[in-house]
């Protein structure tokens, strides 16, 4: 089971940031990010413990389902430990996350706690 926490609020950096703190040490985890990054890139330099697959913007739930599913299961299939969903806002949460509740993700992800990212 792949733990998964959804990442939202505040800039791309922001977020990135959120995202290196938060990575547990020797295990294997990735995250889809939502959009390209707004400054260094974060994120690249933490390979091959993270996997880091970039979707455009937009969110999940409404305009980008078909994206976040199809990436969503590609990664799921390499099993990670811990999965980053990193959104601009968390606006829609609710509906994401009763996304991925359903059946399909059910017996394959535990939905951890957010990281919230407010700007400062």
Same mark, same amino acid.
């Given at each position: ?16 940031? !959120? %995202?290196?703190?938060? @990575? =547990?040490? /020797? +295990?294997?985890?990735? !995250? %889809?990010?939502?959009? @390209? =990054?707004? /400054? +260094? ?11 880091? +697959? ?67």
């Amino acid at each position: 089971m792949t733990l998964l926490s959804l990442v939202f609020g505040g800039s791309g950096d922001q977020r990135e940031r !959120a %995202i290196a703190a938060a @990575l =547990p040490d /020797g +295990v294997n985890c990735a !995250a %889809i990010i939502e959009g @390209l =990054p707004t /400054g +260094v890139d974060l994120l690249s330099p933490l390979a091959p413990r993270l996997e880091v +697959v970039r979707i455009a913007p937009g969110c999940p739930c409404c305009s980008g389902n078909l994206t976040v599913r199809v990436t969503l299961n590609r990664l799921l299939r390499r099993t990670p430990s811990h999965l980053f969903l990193s959104l601009a806002d968390g606006a829609h949460r609710d509906q994401i996350l009763l996304f991925l509740q359903t059946p399909q993700y059910r017996d394959r992800l535990e939905i951890g706690p957010d990281i919230r990212c407010d700007e400062v």
